[in-house]
């Protein structure tokens, strides 16, 4: 079901300064630069204030890529069977152009989590591996940090309608649209400023991560038990940070954590998600998987396994992790006891890995590596990369140097040290 609301649910104040932070801070746009965004139909009265502080900040050309649920699940119903082989790939192949030529890349995230859930498992996966391999020469672009990128969200009112179910259409989108606001950091006078702030306070504890250079991380609490190590040469990231281009900016509005690149190769024990995982319109819960040198040999979920298992299946790198990342319990995120069932959200209220593709910037001296000498070093290379959570107030994470002493690092999902 699609809802038609009425105009001026959405707090028009904090929905300009939203995309005035995603111009500002976000992208941090500069002066005769393209700008692509992509988002859903009902995020356009956002994607127009973006396109009017982006132009005001000196735009070269703004260009919006529009996406629809009902055209979505159309094709589900519809399709003949060889279309879920297939994704466009020359749309992909433009935007791997634009950004060749240093456009920035915007993605409004707005998805209903449950859109796909009821459609047939095999065809969902299958039209999502079609569509990752289309995408990766655009998503080389994004992951290896090559341009300036952000991503926010907007409050479509099937999302809000699962997070507030005993709420009218209006209030819960309005609750939710109230959430996004808030986790985002654009419910004060200044949001700007208060961005500033807080890329500070992530700066420190990267210093800090970055000093320890730690061997590896444990994660212990019910039901997991897991060892990653890290990459050699990591770099810890988080907030802010500088773009090959040259360009300072925050990829994810919101965002609360501290990640870095675990190897491929040296992940052992068993973990088990504290959140579910909204993942192309199926959720995943309750997922449970064991690592074994890295890799993923045994995978279970009580919702949406097959559809884990497929995505696991995707090419070699889906079993292997991509990201490690740290985020405190008592982020506000999480202390605001909302489940999104979105990850740029549910990401920033625990800690949690990531399946897949690496982060290139995540090394020393990262924007002058080769895929070959991130490889050497234990990054992983993969068409995907899927986060989901493991954190909570049970778990523990120790730092574990390379002589295999550990050290406190957080203790009930609380920094430590």
Known sequence: MSYTLPENIIDPVKLDRLAEVAVKVGLRLQEGQDLVITAPVCALPLVRLIA??????????????????????????HANDASFDQAADWLYEGMAKAYSKNAARLAIAADNPLLLSSQDAGKVSRANRANSKAYQPA??????????????????????????????PEDATRQLADAIFAASRVDVEDPVAAWEAHNAALKERTTYLNAKNYHALHFKGPGTDLTVG?????????????????????????????????????????????????????????????????RIVEAKASRGEEVLNKVLDTDEGARHLGEVALVPHSSPISKSGLLFYNTLFDENAASHIALGQCYSKCFVDGANLTPEQVKAKGGNSSLIHIDWMIGSDQIDVDGVNADGSHEPLMRKGEWAY
């Open 52 to 77: 009017k502080h982006a132009y005001q900040a000196g735009a070269g050309l703004v260009t919006p890529f529009f996406s629809d649920d009902q055209i979505a699940l159309a094709r589900y119903q």
């Open 139 to 168: 998503l080389e672009k994004i992951a290896n940090f090559d341009i300036n990128w952000n991503i926010i969200s907007y409050p479509n009112a099937e999302w809000a309608a699962l997070m507030f179910p005993d709420a009218s």
């Open 230 to 294: 890290l990459a050699d040469g990591h770099e810890w990231m988080g907030g802010a940070s500088v773009a090959k281009n040259g360009i300072i900016c925050n990829p994810n509005i919101p965002t609360e954590e501290v990640f870095t690149t675990p190897h491929a190769l040296r992940v052992n024990g068993h973990v088990s998600s504290t959140k579910p995982l909204s993942h192309q319109g199926t959720l995943i819960d309750n997922i449970s998987v064991r690592f074994e040198n890295g």
